[in-house]
């Protein structure tokens, strides 16, 4: 689609800012961590500690391989200058907020089912890549977090089962809570977002505006933050919905898909998961 950005961050190795992933260096600290580098550590203060200092060349290494072969033990202080605390790298995944309607124009049951369905395989789709992933449900004037974000959306499945359609349709206000969930991960620069919508595109609540001016607005903060946008829509027989959903689409940047068309909604997903995933 014309405009999209292929920045390609998704499964790089990023900087870790926790104790997990790969060791690859070790940097200066002036704080008591639980993830110091012993190795580094001792390098720094054998480096350090006066009694080395005029020692075979300034060398710990060294210093250590002789007084070991002399029979000696070697005794290193330990300053605080001298921490050192392991620097590591994960390969980035996707953050993912899944922002679904829930108002009166999905009331049918064929709707509500195809929904439900979407949500399973989402959810099993980004267990198995190791991404997190939130839901966010929006109708009447409002949006609330289904599932929070998490790395370990299968515990939260249940909750599924209680959604509940009805009311009018908030597409700005389910966006724009979508974007507040992601910005911690933003933030954070270790998961690459990723914001998809499902909705028959029909807005007809705003911010306090024009419900269609207003969720194109948020349409562009997605885009200015960087969010890939993924927009799904399975109802074709509404022009006006699907028009407004493709303009969206460009206004953020994404992708639009069409459910209603596929035979088999299942594989599509995966398809479409791992498709865009490559835009990440």
Known sequence: MEGRQNKRLYGTHVDSKNEKGKYIKSKQTQKISNDIAIDATLRAAAVNSNSFNNSFNNSPNNLIKSN?????????????????????????RGSIAL???MSGSMVSEKKINRIKSILDLIVKNTIKHKDKLSVVGFKGKDAE???????????FLS???????GGTTPIAIGLKRGMEVLKKD???KEYVPMLILLSDGRPNVGLG??????????????????????????D???????NFNM???FVTKGAYYNLENEINPEIAIEQILNRERGFL
């Not at 002399?70 to 390969?91: C, Q």
């Open 68 to 92: 070991l072969s002399n029979g000696k033990k070697a005794k290193i202080t330990v300053s605080k200058e001298d921490l050192r605390e392991k620097v590591r790298k994960h390969k980035a």
């Open 99 to 101: 922002v679904i309607d």
């Open 145 to 155: 977090i289904i599932i929070p974000n998490t790395k370990h959306p299968s515990s």
């Open 159 to 165: 909750k599924l089962d209680t959604i509940t359609v």
């Open 186 to 188: 933003i933030q954070l």
């Open 209 to 234: 505006g024009s419900p269609l001016h207003d969720t194109l607005s948020i349409g562009e903060e997605l885009s200015n933050a960087q969010i890939h946008n993924i927009i799904i829509d399975f």
């Open 236 to 242: 074709k027989r509404s022009t006006h919905g699907r």
């Open 247 to 249: 303009e969206l689409a």
